[in-house]
């Protein structure tokens, strides 16, 4: 599709990446993977959460809105009422906002968050349990299973989606839904016709932070490739941008 360049003040390993389609599953990804120092350097030695996309209360009551949303959807496709009391583990929560979403509805709602960086941990009261490591940590077996897991805006950064999503499924209570948003594709996209091109004025292009792009069907494959159904897609927030998916 043709090569991005790297975004932001951080000196990387790599200025340039390639970007790709898987023509199965139409995954968009980069290549090659980026290295753990690379990763390390966006997300163990720079601060993510001081910027104004996570402060100002206008976009906080935007997103808090869009969780809630996201969370009595789930609970009603379930069968639950939404202020049932659930619990809710987010991986690469940050400040965790489906936990901040679970209390509001019922503050009795069991709240588990996990990051491999602790710089949000202490701005999230809501959290019952923050456990700052990785997905393998024990606590997280500990404190589950889970009703709603959530991967927000976490997917397209992991370099392997598929151990995370099945991870994710082993902590998954019966019934329950892993919900994942994410980047989609940019507007005026189009698969087979468009090169990388638009990907560089993309606002959810950060390289390398983001390694993969999913679709519907990149999506199901995946689904399927860890025993769960895709059960939910929908790619029309913000004009086709991101989208948001349930497994289950």
């Not at 969780?67 to 009595?72: A, D, E, F, Q, V």
């Not at 690469?92 to 709240?111: D, E, F, I, Q, V």
């Not at 588990?112 to 959290?127: F, K, N, R």
Request: glycine fraction near 6%; aromatic fraction near 10%.
């Amino acid at each position: 599709m043709g090569s991005l360049d790297t975004t932001g003040e951080i000196a990387f390993d790599r200025k340039e990446y390639d970007l790709v389609e898987c023509q199965r599953c139409e995954l968009v990804y980069l290549s090659p993977t980026p290295s753990g120092d690379d990763l390390d350097r966006i997300y163990l030695a720079s601060s993510q959460f001081t910027d104004d996309l996570y402060t100002d209360p206008r976009r906080v009551a935007a997103i808090l809105e869009y969780m809630t949303s996201c969370l009595t959807r789930m609970l009603a496709s379930a069968g639950k009422m939404h202020a049932s009391r659930i619990s809710t583990l987010e991986i690469g929560a940050g400040l965790a906002w489906m936990a901040r979403a679970a209390k509001s509805l019922n503050p009795s709602s069991a709240t588990t968050a996990q990051d491999i960086s602790s710089e949000a941990a202490g701005y999230c009261p809501w959290v019952d349990s923050y456990v700052r490591g990785d997905m393998a940590d024990p606590c997280l077996d500990a404190r589950g299973p889970y009703d709603v897991i959530s991967l927000t805006h976490v997917i397209e950064h992991l370099p392997e989606p598929i151990g995370a999503l099945t991870r994710c499924k082993e902590l998954l209570a019966p019934g329950g839904t892993i919900l994942v948003t994410a980047p989609h594709r940019p507007l005026g996209w189009r698969r087979g016709v468009s090169d990388a091109s638009l990907w560089r004025t993309y606002s959810y292009n950060h390289v390398p932070a983001h390694i993969q792009y999913f679709s519907r069907k990149s999506m199901a494959t995946f689904a399927r490739r860890i025993g769960c159904e895709l059960a939910f897609f929908d790619d029309r927030s913000e004009g086709g941008q991101a989208f948001e998916a349930w497994l289950r």
